[in-house]
Structure formats: C-alpha cells, structure tokens
C-alpha cells in the first residue's frame, strides 16, 4: 500500500471489553513498531517486531496488552479487560530496515474506554 | 535504557525567526536518529533521517545535525512560519526506535 494503515481509527469501548487494533505495514517492510500515546504526551514503546525474529516486547505494560504479527505483513494488538487508562492513541510504524531507513507512521487508533 | 530528551518542552517565537530545538540521547550505539513533526490529532510526519555515519542532512528550510559521540542532535529551522507550528519529536535508533516527549513549538503571525 501507499503507507500504514491502522483500523479502525476510532473505537469507544466499555471497560472490561477486549479490543483488537490492526496495522497493515508498508508492503516489503520488515520492521514494526506499536506506541502508545495518552492526552498531551509523548509516545510510549510498546512492543517491536523485525522480520522473524522474537518480538521486543519490553514496553508492553501488562499481561493484558499482546501483539501479533505473522511474517511481513499484518500485526494486531490486543488489549484485554480493558480499563479506563488505556484510552489513548494508538500508534504503529514500519521501516524496512531498524537500521538506516526511515519509519513512516500511521494516523493512529483513538481507544476510548468508557 | 535509552533515554531520550528534549528541549526545549514548547517555544514560542515570532514569525521570521530561525530557531533551534534539542535532543540528547544516553546510549550513543545509535544506528540512525530520526527528527517527526505531529500536528495536533495526527499522526507522525518523518522529516529527516541522520544515519550514524551521517553528521547532518538538510531539507528546505531544515537542518539537523548529530553528534553521536555527545549523545546530541539539533534540529534547525530557519526563517519560522506560522505553518511550521507543531510538536517535534526526535527519535533514535538502535534495537528498536525510542522518542523524546517532544517541542511544542508555535510560530505566531
């Protein structure tokens, strides 16, 4: 595709519901990232993947957030029982190489928690 | 850890102005840093790339340096717009990609 796409864009969800927020990366891009953003602050890692490799899962901030991702191509993160702090932006990027290319982002997921 | 700073937190200056932003990073292995923008509610637009190899890269109006041996790179902006008002955000590179919380900056008419 032209760029990252992430779906949906807007999700209001009850607290105690799970969610699920999807990433199509560049097409041939290896490299993965998920980022939290809450109101008024800065990007939080959340978890990174490149190419077959173990996922970097060091920021995800608890047993409730997981991702996926299965080769190149899509990844999914999940958040279960949700709970009112997670509300906020969710933000993936793809690079095809972490070491000397760009990352380009999405325009992100809003997750309300209600 | 990589931890990543910036700052100024926000700038204000009057349009015509050239100014400066900063940011410093702990863990000079870096593999490249990259300098976004993010207008409020969007997402984030790269603006440059300095690979480590790299000492600057210029792009219009923008210029960013990067001194990986001090853990620090400047992002330049000459002759400021009230178009250029936006947060940015610098990131490094190297295992995974980590960002500074950002400038907010603001250019008034």
């Known amino acids: 595709g032209a760029g990252v796409s992430q779906s949906p864009s807007n999700k209001v969800t009850e607290k105690g519901k799970d969610v699920e927020l999807r990433c199509d990366p560049i097409?041939?891009?290896?490299?993965l990232y998920w980022y939290r953003q809450r109101l008024g602050q800065g990007l939080e890692f959340l978890i990174y993947f490149q190419g077959n490799s173990a996922p970097d899962k060091s920021g995800l901030p608890s047993d409730r957030f997981s991702a996926e991702r299965t080769g190149e191509s899509v990844s999914t993160l999940t958040i279960q029982r949700t709970q009112q702090e997670d509300s906020a932006v969710y933000l993936c990027?793809?690079?095809?190489?972490?070491?000397?290319?760009?990352?380009?982002f999405g325009q992100g997921t809003r997750l309300t928690v209600v | 850890k990589q931890e990543v700073t910036q700052i100024p937190a926000a700038l204000s200056v009057p349009e015509g102005e050239n100014l400066v932003l900063n940011c410093s990073f702990t863990?000079?292995?870096?593999?490249?840093l990259q300098w976004f923008r993010q207008d409020p509610g969007k997402g984030l637009t790269s603006l440059l790339l300095i690979q480590s190899s790299q000492r600057e890269q210029t792009s219009g109006r923008l210029n960013a340096s990067l001194d990986k041996s001090s853990g620090r790179s400047t992002l330049y902006i000459a002759a400021s717009q009230p178009g250029d008002s936006a947060t940015y955000l610098c990131a490094v590179s190297k295992n995974d990609m980590r960002f500074g919380a950002g400038t907010r900056l603001t250019v008034k008419p």
């Open positions: 097409s041939g891009h290896t490299a």
């Open positions: 990027a793809s690079s095809s190489d972490f070491t000397d290319t760009e990352a380009f």
């Open positions: 863990d000079s292995a870096i593999y490249n």
